[in-house]
């Protein structure tokens, strides 16, 4: 059965926190994966990377890490110094993957995360721009062992990646094995004519799969067509990662960055995420058992 997963801000109002709670949290729910942002592994030790990793191991949890980029490493910039510090930024934390023998880097690491904000009739300069980088970083990428997942988000977070076909074109300019496509429910249901013809497009090249609802809270809660989704995953065949990432609390930095002005479930405390957790991983198996084994 395909890895379930989940994403650590489910239950943290900031992007860093207690990584050692939320791998013990993750197992002792019943998940696989746990993904959490990726920017903290810098700011860790090589005795904390391996003492974090030696902990999922012996929890069977599997880390996974996941990029808004901050603009100030936007590899898409038309200013060459912030583009080539973002190139070295991204190729640094590949290490820090590698360290914590890592598979997986998804998000919006291809560009700044957010929009230009400025009258934009034509992207091609930033799109070609981060190309560029794409391909230095892909390099170290691939020398690590690392899969970049180039996540389609929707227009409010990006100007470059909207959609499953433009990822799709983002990852063929690359042409890499470590490069692939990683779409999430929450973005496409904004985006996409049709969430299942999107998933089936992508086929072999989807690399990893968010799930949320169009509001971003619990898969099922909201109204999104989840037997459209799985059927179409089970019509490509996927076997790879699930992973939930809810937003359900308001405040922090998390409230902020992804514009979360409300609780959107009753008094969200820990006691309570931890039973939506819960209830996500048995909706998504019994989702898996229905349409795909
Ligand atoms: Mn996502």
Redesign the pocket.
């Known amino acids: 059965m395909n890895k379930l997963g989940i ?1 650590m801000n489910f239950w943290e109002k900031n992007w860093d926190a207690d990584h050692v709670k939320y791998i013990k949290k993750a197992a002792e729910i019943g998940y696989d994966v746990l993904e959490f942002q990726a920017q903290p592994l810098l700011e860790m030790t090589d005795d904390k990377l391996k003492s974090l990793k030696k902990l999922a191991d012996e929890e069977g949890i599997e880390l996974t890490y ?1 990029l808004g980029l901050d603009p100030i490493y936007d590899v898409s910039s038309l200013d060459e110094t912030v583009r080539a510090g973002g190139v070295t930024y991204l190729q640094r934390i590949i290490g820090q993957i590698e360290k914590m023998e890592g598979t997986l880097l ?2 919006v690491s291809y560009a700044g995360w957010g929009t230009p904000g400025c009258v934009l009739d034509d992207k091609k300069a930033y799109w070609d721009n981060s190309i560029r980088s794409m391909r230095s970083i892909i390099k170290t990428a691939e020398d690590c062992g690392v899969t970049y997942c180039v ?1 389609a ?1 929707n227009r409010f977070e990006t100007c470059l990646i909207n959609t499953a076909e433009e990822a799709l074109s983002y990852v063929a300019e690359i042409d890499s094995p470590n490069i692939g496509v ?1 779409l ?1 429910t ?2 496409m249901n904004i985006e996409e004519n049709s969430i299942g013809d999107a998933i089936r497009l992508v086929g072999n090249k989807l690399t990893s799969f ?1 799930t ?1 609802e169009n509001n971003r809270t619990a898969p099922g809660k909201g109204h999104l067509d989840w037997d459209e989704i799985f059927n179409a995953l089970s019509d490509i065949r996927y076997q790879g990662r699930i ?1 939930c ?1 809810p937003f359900v609390m308001q405040g922090g930095e998390v409230g902020r960055d992804i514009h979360v002005f409300r609780d959107l479930i009753d008094n969200p405390c820990e006691k309570k995420i931890d039973e939506e957790a819960c209830y996500i991983l048995e909706f998504e198996k019994s989702m898996l058992k229905k349409w795909m084994y």
């Open positions: 994403f996941s998804s998000g996540e988000v990683l999430d929450y973005h968010h949320g992973i990432e």
